[in-house]
């Protein structure tokens, strides 16, 4: 690859976006337009609507290919947008923390990729967006963005042929209904969508006739039910092939880089020296599968959609190879929290057992019904919960665990530590428990270990930090403390 | 090596109570404000069950609501008083927060990144200002408030010169 030297010119976006542009916009009016043409009844307006539609979108990508201009200027990308009122965006090249490249289909056709730049500016996020350039400029804006922003300088040639780090082999996407999740929103989505169109067709008669239906016959019920089970979890898996086909992790440039895609492909890059640890997702049906999600917590990126994957889904075996490969490796030993189970038991079956008494009053029977359900599913719900917190350092990286339905562990090295914070309520003072948070300058800012005792919370923040915390310890003997002292953890 | 934490070495300004008591008063008041526009609204409502003692007593809801929330004016200052302690040591600022709840914040000074002071309106009628220290994670900032305005300053520019020589924000 070339040093880049010419990016210091003006340079402008592909001028074949005057034609994907358009086309982009026309595929989101199409099903309007032909609705119009077909269903509306036939005016002068149905006909120049597309027309008037498809000029401005022409319009609108020859002045977005005329106002957008990018160049590097010594250590920063400046990009220019305007014609008149001109706007300028500089990012200093040491603040670009990642540079992700989308290609849609459209895009691929064409040969064009979308360059979005991730940096730690208090700027507009879509502003760092170029849209697009050929495909070739963008991998090599992306390798001078990158190789510039500190990144180790070795010889790029190359590389391409070392063996990614994780590729996602096409069998595990048959995992993907058993992270529940994403699922859910998904096909809420569509089944509102599926009935809102049966309703128009009046294909129920009204569910008043739906419901007498099933009051004749329940068992109907479960075929129903388990049609419906079998109808989500084509869609998980459909969906998660078409975010994630071919995932793949390479170790490229001092960046790790990730490939992922059916239709749209996109490529991430998260800068190594940001990386500050990684993050284990499993959910009760994952756990017994024996498969899990990886994550990076990276400085600056909150964990959105796929941008911190570092493997979608897994064996767990192989999660953990990658995990250790891709950033490091974490040998301690989880030490669980065995106090706290009455807490958890408390909180989830307090509420919902409020809601069961409330409900009586109303002599809806099935309402109770259900909410003394869910008050019964809580048990299971809060020993698992319970079952899952623990901590553990292994002296260079320090890692909690904690959730359920969402079971996260979390690994930091101690170099991105950024503090403590220990929290105890009313309650937990009671029985001598309490919250510890190591607070993290990435990811989600802060993980927490649940009800610890006190003194364990303080022996592992010494451990894991023993210079703050060393100062602040109460000096020997620790016997007997004035009770005067408010301040001081209670047993 | 003991597994306790000390309490940080430093109280704040008695005159904070002074500033915690004030607040609360605010939102007593709009306590207060709620319930006698809640007792306008049934009344002028009228629903069936708004009579006999209900409708004759109703004025007594919005005396019930200040005595409620009164604690929160008078004991909730003096508790935070004989919590809320701070210390600044050679790399962490220490504090410790809380009426009901206790929290303890340990943020070491390599990783500030701003430390700022402010004064409200009644911190400054009061001379007292707000210490907050800024770190890359918002979970990991931690704020001192119902200083004195001159131990503010001072504070604010000793942490912020040691975090200068120190720093080392881990992003």
């Given at each position: 690859m070339t040093d880049g030297a010419d990016l210091f010119l003006e340079q402008r976006l592909s001028?074949?976006?005057?034609?994907?542009?358009?086309?982009?916009?026309?595929?989101?009016?199409?099903?309007?337009?032909?609705?119009v043409l077909v269903v509306g009844h036939l005016s002068l307006?149905?006909?120049?609507?597309?027309?008037?539609?498809?000029?401005?979108?022409?319009?609108?990508?020859?002045?977005?290919?005329?106002r957008t201009t990018y160049r590097l200027d010594g250590d920063r990308l400046r990009v220019k947008r305007g014609l008149?009122?001109?706007?300028?965006?500089?990012?200093?090249?040491?603040r670009v923390r990642g540079v992700e490249l989308t290609a849609s289909p459209l895009h691929r056709a064409m040969g064009l990729a979308v360059v979005r730049i991730d940096a730690a500016i208090a700027e507009r996020k879509e502003d760092g967006t170029l849209d697009a350039l050929p495909a070739a400029e963008a991998e090599r804006l992306r390798a001078v963005l990158l190789h510039r922003a500190g990144a180790a300088s070795e010889p790029v040639e190359g590389q391409e042929e070392r063996p990614p780090l994780a590729r996602l082999?096409?069998?595990?996407?048959?995992?993907?209904?058993?992270?529940?999740?994403?699922?859910?929103p998904i096909a809420a989505l569509?089944?509102?969508?599926?009935?809102?169109?049966?309703?128009?067709?009046?294909?129920?008669?009204?569910?008043?006739?739906l419901l007498s239906l099933v009051e004749r016959e329940p068992l109907l019920l479960v075929p129903?039910?388990?049609?419906?089970?079998?109808?989500?979890?084509?869609?998980?898996?459909?969906?998660?092939?078409v975010l994630n086909w071919d995932f793949t992790l390479r170790d490229r440039d001092g960046s790790l880089v990730s490939e992922r895609g059916l239709l749209t492909r996109r490529g991430t890059s998260l800068e190594r020296r940001r990386i500050r640890g990684w993050e284990l997702l499993e959910s009760p049906l994952e756990r017994l599968a024996g498969v899990a999600r990886l994550r990076a917590v990276v400085t600056g990126i909150?964990?959105?959609?796929?941008?911190t994957q570092l493997l979608p889904i897994g064996p767990r075996v192989e999660v953990l190879r990658v995990a250790a490969d891709a950033v490091f490796p974490f040998e301690g030993e989880l030490i669980p929290h065995p106090r706290a189970r009455g807490r958890r038991l408390v909180r989830a079956l307090v509420p919902p057992l409020l809601l069961t008494v409330a409900s009586l009053p109303l002599q809806l029977e099935w309402l109770t019904g259900v909410l003394a359900l869910v008050t019964l599913l809580g048990i299971p719900l809060a020993l698992d919960r319970h079952r899952a917190l623990g901590h553990a350092d292994d002296g260079r990286r320090m890692s909690v665990r904690e959730g359920s339905l969402r079971r996260r562990q979390v690994v930091i090295e101690h170099a991105g530590m950024i503090g403590w914070s220990m929290h105890q309520t009313l309650f937990q003072r009671r029985i001598g428990l309490c919250t510890l948070s190591a607070s993290v300058g990435a990811g989600r800012g802060g993980y927490a270990a649940q009800d610890l005792t006190t003194e364990e919370a303080v022996r592992f923040a010494a451990e894991v930090t023993p210079a703050w915390l060393g100062p602040l310890l109460e000096p020997e003997p620790a016997a007997l403390r004035p009770s005067a002292s408010p301040a001081a953890p209670r047993d | 090596m003991a597994e306790r934490l000390r309490p940080p070495a430093n109280r704040v300004a008695p005159r904070a109570m002074y500033l915690w008591g004030m607040e609360a008063l605010g939102s007593v008041a709009g306590g207060v404000v709620l319930a006698v526009a809640a007792v306008l609204a049934?009344?002028?409502?009228?629903p069936p069950w708004f009579q006999g003692w209900i409708a004759d007593d109703i004025w007594w809801l919005p005396v019930l609501a200040a005595v409620v929330l009164l604690p929160l004016v008078v004991v909730q200052p003096v508790i935070r008083y004989r919590v809320h302690r701070w210390e600044v040591l050679p790399e962490v600022v220490y504090t410790l927060s809380g009426w009901i709840d206790r929290r303890w914040h340990m943020v070491p000074i390599s990783r500030i990144q701003t430390v700022d002071t402010r004064r409200g309106a009644i911190e400054r009628v009061l001379g007292l200002a707000t210490v907050r220290i800024n770190t890359a994670s918002h979970a990991g900032s931690s704020t001192i408030r119902g200083l004195p305005g001159d131990v503010a300053e001072e504070l604010a520019m000793r942490v912020a010169r040691q975090a200068n020589e120190q720093r080392d924000d881990a992003t």
């Amino acid at each position: 690859m070339t040093d880049g030297a010419d990016l210091f010119l003006e340079q402008r976006l592909s001028p074949k976006l005057l034609l994907v542009r358009p086309l982009r916009s026309l595929r989101q009016t199409a099903i309007p337009i032909v609705l119009v043409l077909v269903v509306g009844h036939l005016s002068l307006w149905s006909l120049i609507a597309p027309v008037v539609g498809l000029g401005w979108a022409f319009g609108e990508a020859l002045l977005h290919w005329l106002r957008t201009t990018y160049r590097l200027d010594g250590d920063r990308l400046r990009v220019k947008r305007g014609l008149i009122g001109q706007r300028m965006l500089s990012i200093p090249l040491d603040r670009v923390r990642g540079v992700e490249l989308t290609a849609s289909p459209l895009h691929r056709a064409m040969g064009l990729a979308v360059v979005r730049i991730d940096a730690a500016i208090a700027e507009r996020k879509e502003d760092g967006t170029l849209d697009a350039l050929p495909a070739a400029e963008a991998e090599r804006l992306r390798a001078v963005l990158l190789h510039r922003a500190g990144a180790a300088s070795e010889p790029v040639e190359g590389q391409e042929e070392r063996p990614p780090l994780a590729r996602l082999r096409p069998r595990w996407i048959l995992y993907a209904p058993l992270a529940g999740e994403s699922v859910i929103p998904i096909a809420a989505l569509i089944l509102r969508f599926a009935f809102n169109i049966a309703d128009q067709l009046h294909l129920f008669g009204g569910s008043r006739r739906l419901l007498s239906l099933v009051e004749r016959e329940p068992l109907l019920l479960v075929p129903a039910v388990v049609a419906l089970l079998v109808f989500l979890a084509a869609i998980a898996t459909i969906w998660f092939a078409v975010l994630n086909w071919d995932f793949t992790l390479r170790d490229r440039d001092g960046s790790l880089v990730s490939e992922r895609g059916l239709l749209t492909r996109r490529g991430t890059s998260l800068e190594r020296r940001r990386i500050r640890g990684w993050e284990l997702l499993e959910s009760p049906l994952e756990r017994l599968a024996g498969v899990a999600r990886l994550r990076a917590v990276v400085t600056g990126i909150r964990s959105r959609q796929g941008q911190t994957q570092l493997l979608p889904i897994g064996p767990r075996v192989e999660v953990l190879r990658v995990a250790a490969d891709a950033v490091f490796p974490f040998e301690g030993e989880l030490i669980p929290h065995p106090r706290a189970r009455g807490r958890r038991l408390v909180r989830a079956l307090v509420p919902p057992l409020l809601l069961t008494v409330a409900s009586l009053p109303l002599q809806l029977e099935w309402l109770t019904g259900v909410l003394a359900l869910v008050t019964l599913l809580g048990i299971p719900l809060a020993l698992d919960r319970h079952r899952a917190l623990g901590h553990a350092d292994d002296g260079r990286r320090m890692s909690v665990r904690e959730g359920s339905l969402r079971r996260r562990q979390v690994v930091i090295e101690h170099a991105g530590m950024i503090g403590w914070s220990m929290h105890q309520t009313l309650f937990q003072r009671r029985i001598g428990l309490c919250t510890l948070s190591a607070s993290v300058g990435a990811g989600r800012g802060g993980y927490a270990a649940q009800d610890l005792t006190t003194e364990e919370a303080v022996r592992f923040a010494a451990e894991v930090t023993p210079a703050w915390l060393g100062p602040l310890l109460e000096p020997e003997p620790a016997a007997l403390r004035p009770s005067a002292s408010p301040a001081a953890p209670r047993d | 090596m003991a597994e306790r934490l000390r309490p940080p070495a430093n109280r704040v300004a008695p005159r904070a109570m002074y500033l915690w008591g004030m607040e609360a008063l605010g939102s007593v008041a709009g306590g207060v404000v709620l319930a006698v526009a809640a007792v306008l609204a049934i009344r002028s409502a009228s629903p069936p069950w708004f009579q006999g003692w209900i409708a004759d007593d109703i004025w007594w809801l919005p005396v019930l609501a200040a005595v409620v929330l009164l604690p929160l004016v008078v004991v909730q200052p003096v508790i935070r008083y004989r919590v809320h302690r701070w210390e600044v040591l050679p790399e962490v600022v220490y504090t410790l927060s809380g009426w009901i709840d206790r929290r303890w914040h340990m943020v070491p000074i390599s990783r500030i990144q701003t430390v700022d002071t402010r004064r409200g309106a009644i911190e400054r009628v009061l001379g007292l200002a707000t210490v907050r220290i800024n770190t890359a994670s918002h979970a990991g900032s931690s704020t001192i408030r119902g200083l004195p305005g001159d131990v503010a300053e001072e504070l604010a520019m000793r942490v912020a010169r040691q975090a200068n020589e120190q720093r080392d924000d881990a992003t």
